[in-house]
């Protein structure tokens, strides 16, 4: 496929139905507005983004986008979306143009290549999905003897894709901006544009409950070590001083081995003796953030995000609360996670398994 194409994300918006900046939340640590252009960074063709911001929202949106791998051009926002849209378009040069909302950070390579293949041949594209509730003409609160056939309604998501000159043309005929998309525009001034196959994962991030959940997975791991005489304690990285130490083929840190072990879970691999065998030389008597380390470069872990880790470390003797900041520290430096995000709490077995030390990790991806 051969094309160029530049990208507009109106992110100007007030996320009143939101109540606070909704871009800006995060998810495993990357912003929602990131991720929406990260979803385009390696799509070939693209020029630029253009991303029209309001002046008091400037900076922050600024820094969230400065670490991503494609040329951004920051544009005046407007009062609504399509005014927004309008002068980002002045600063369009490629010959095609993709209006994609920066709050719709699940967007998949396969819709985004359909959606361009198909501005291609048709001259726009609209992904949309059919309405599967019966609709119904509601009227003070009533619903009133009309018949509506929903095979003619379709939720329109983005990304649209334009022949950029048509949709100057129909801005340069609009007198208002009050459009809650470009395809309604486009359909008024120029043409009714082509839809294709919408995507239900492509949600747009509308109110809160829309944030949680999606794509989220979870890990669940454990893992138990005996006591030794003499031996060292390690967990989560950290030494622990006491005369007893985990009896293990490496040094023995059951916390980060079920750390390891949940996210192993969570993306349905097979677990971490199976992965790291103690047959394997590398790991005799090795730091397990190295086993972590590595675990993390398998192909289904690499790209994963967390959002949250729990680990609950049980062990009689010695009390680990005073251990537990730099843990989580320490722990976050392994898994690139900011410390807030990550809970450590320290239980005894009450007598029941003195000369034992376990771990138990519950892990969420999104
Ligand atoms: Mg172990």
């Keep these: ?14 996320s009143m139905r939101y109540g606070e900046n909704k871009l800006l939340l995060t998810m495993g640590g990357v912003g929602v507005i990131a991720k929406s252009v990260a979803a385009f960074c390696d799509v ?23 670490d991503v791998k494609v040329r951004v051009i920051y544009a005046k926002g407007g009062n609504t979306r399509c005014e927004s849209v309008k002068n980002a378009l002045k600063l369009v040069e490629s010959e095609f143009v993709v209006i994609h909302d920066a709050a719709r950070p699940f967007v998949s390579q396969a819709l985004i290549n359909n959606v361009l293949e198909k501005v291609i041949t048709c001259g726009s594209a609209v ?24 095979e003619n309604f379709y939720n329109v998501q983005t990304p649209q894709a334009y022949v950029t000159e048509k949709l100057k043309y129909a801005f340069s005929q609009a007198d208002n ?8 525009l486009y359909a008024k001034y120029v043409t009714p544009p082509a839809i294709i196959c919408g995507e239900p994962e492509n949600k747009k991030i509308t109110v809160p409950s829309d944030f949680f959940g999606i794509n989220a997975k979870i890990g669940v791991g454990y893992d138990i070590h005996r006591l030794i005489y003499g031996r060292k304690l390690m967990l989560c990285g950290i030494e622990i001083a006491s005369d007893f130490g985990a009896l293990a083929h490496s040094d023995g840190d059951c916390a980060l081995h079920a750390v390891t072990d949940a996210l192993l879970s969570a ?8 992965h790291f065998p103690d047959t394997n030389p590398k790991y005799d008597g090795a730091d397990s953030a190295l086993i972590l380390r590595d675990a993390l470069q398998l192909p289904s872990l690499k790209n994963i995000q967390i959002n949250n880790l729990s680990l609950i470390i049980v062990l009689d003797k010695p009390k680990l609360s005073d ?27 009450e007598k029941t ?9 519950a892990v969420t991806l999104i």
């Design 1 to 14: 496929m051969n094309i160029k194409f530049d990208l507009i994300l109106p992110a100007a918006g007030g």
């Design 44 to 66: 070939p063709g693209l020029n630029a983004v253009i991303v029209p911001v309001n002046a008091d929202r400037a900076d922050e949106i600024k820094v969230e986008l400065s």
């Design 127 to 150: 992904p949309a999905l059919a309405v599967s509730d019966s609709i119904r003409y509601v009227e003070n609160g009533k619903i009133e003897d009309k018949t509506l056939s929903r």
């Design 177 to 184: 901006y009050n459009f809650t998309d470009e395809s309604a």
């Design 267 to 274: 993306v349905g691999e097979t677990d971490i003796g199976t």
């Design 323 to 349: 251990y537990i900041p730099v843990m989580k520290i320490k722990l976050g430096n392994i898994l690139g996670l900011r410390p807030e995000k990550i809970s450590i709490a320290a239980k005894t077995s």
């Design 353 to 361: 398994a003195e000369n034992t030390v376990s771990a138990y990790a």
